[in-house]
């Protein structure tokens, strides 16, 4: 196999992997939209469990399993 056969072989990898990631990315982002609007989970309260992180606040769910 030559040096130039390898490099373009290299360059279709790329290209593959890139598409995939970005595909992955956008089915993500469109599953949080989607259960986000149809009231599966409520992702603006989780966006505060940073700043209530202490071991006296309230908790924002309870486990299922253990309820």
Known sequence: MNLELIRELQAYG??????FLVVVLYSYWFHLYRSEKTGRRNYEKY??????D????RVLEQ???SA
């Open 14 to 19: 790329f290209f593959a992997l890139v598409v």
């Open 47 to 52: 966006a505060d469990l940073a700043l209530h």
């Open 54 to 57: 202490e071991i006296n606040d």
């Open 63 to 65: 486990n299922k399993r």
